[in-house]
């Protein structure tokens, strides 16, 4: 089903599963919360490694589509999976009448020895494809390139074997400067990527998740946003109150510009979600009627 047939832009969000079992209901208090926002989709990360797919990922992509009736999108990582365990997951997601999968390879751990049925992401894609075409796919991708690229061309390459694979729309990593979003926007057009291509913004509200990003992140940090967190690193909330006005103003440039959609980064905080909706939400409605669509099925 296509869940924006009026061709809006698109507003989603993502959320993770919590470290453990015992902290579970307070994600599910923020769920709960943004309930009213009425988000096009939530996608539902992989990334904790204590919990099983199932027991994690899988529970809560349920949870928001039974309690909240909102779409909901799983990430599934290729590198530790094998056709068993994607054979188990699809069966699982089909029964309980989830269609939506954001395919990556996903992290690589140098302790834990990787699975070798699916390389790639795009193996994984086909994989799912071929196993059920009913399953629309988001892939992920990176406007200032892979890190693992060996260049631009590399990467806007296995990018487009991923949308060839099956790929049905993109959501790329954070980004904090619109400008290389636009030209990455543009190479994916010339070489024949025209799925759509959703901007992945993540607002920074504190200075541990600041200092992380500039430590692990493959981002460049514009001059703008330095200075944000130069200023504001000792006043926490400054520091938040900045850090959603920079990510406000990205979106706001983002719509205008006719971007397919924002997927906002929330970390499990309904209170972000709630700023960002309450700044933007009109210009979601006022996007254009020529707007490319965005293909979830449901």
């Given at each position: 089903m296509n869940l924006l047939e009026n061709k809006k832009a698109s507003l989603s969000f993502e959320v993770f599963p919590p470290s453990s079992k015992a902290t579970i209901d307070g994600l599910y208090s923020s769920l709960q919360q943004m309930e009213d926002l009425r988000p096009d989709f939530i996608s539902v990360t992989c990334s904790n490694r204590q919990l099983s797919l199932e027991d994690s990922t899988v529970k809560i992509a349920t949870h928001i589509q039974t309690h909240h009736q909102v779409p909901s999108i799983v990430h599934l990582s290729a590198a530790y999976l094998n056709k068993g365990d994607v054979d188990q997951v699809l069966e699982s997601l089909h029964q309980k009448k989830i269609h939506n999968i954001l395919a990556l390879r996903g992290d690589l751990y140098p302790e834990i020895p990787r699975g070798t049925d699916f390389l790639y992401a795009g193996d994984l894609i086909a994989y799912i494809k071929e196993w059920d075409q009913s399953f629309s796919i988001s892939a992920a991708c990176y406007p200032e390139g892979h890190p693992e690229s060996a260049n631009t061309i590399a990467d806007i390459y296995h990018l487009r074997e991923k949308v060839q694979a099956g790929?049905?729309?993109?959501?790329?990593?954070?980004?904090?400067?619109?400008?290389?979003?636009?030209?990455?926007?543009?190479?994916?057009?010339?070489?024949?990527?025209?799925?759509?291509?959703?901007?992945?913004?993540?607002?920074?509200?504190?200075?541990?998740?600041?200092?992380?990003?500039?430590?692990?992140?493959?981002?460049?940090?514009?001059?703008?946003?330095?200075?944000?967190?130069?200023?504001?690193?000792?006043?926490?909330?400054?520091?938040?109150?900045?850090?959603?006005?920079?990510?406000?103003?990205?979106?706001?440039?983002?719509?205008?510009?006719?971007?397919?959609?924002?997927?906002?980064?929330?970390?499990?905080?309904?209170?972000?979600?709630?700023?960002?909706?309450?700044?933007?939400h009109s210009l979601f409605a006022s996007t254009v009627e020529n707007q490319q669509p965005i293909s979830i099925s449901s």
């Open positions: 790929a049905d729309q993109l959501i790329t990593q954070l980004f904090f400067d619109n400008d290389l979003f636009y030209q990455f926007q543009e190479k994916c057009w010339l070489a024949g990527i025209d799925v759509p291509i959703i901007a992945g913004i993540m607002p920074v509200v504190n200075k541990r998740q600041a200092e992380r990003i500039i430590r692990t992140a493959n981002v460049q940090l514009p001059k703008k946003f330095l200075a944000i967190l130069d200023k504001y690193a000792d006043n926490p909330i400054a520091l938040r109150d900045a850090g959603l006005a920079y990510a406000i103003d990205q979106i706001v440039d983002l719509v205008t510009q006719g971007v397919s959609g924002i997927h906002l980064y929330t970390m499990n905080q309904a209170e972000i979600a709630r700023s960002i909706y309450n700044a933007t």
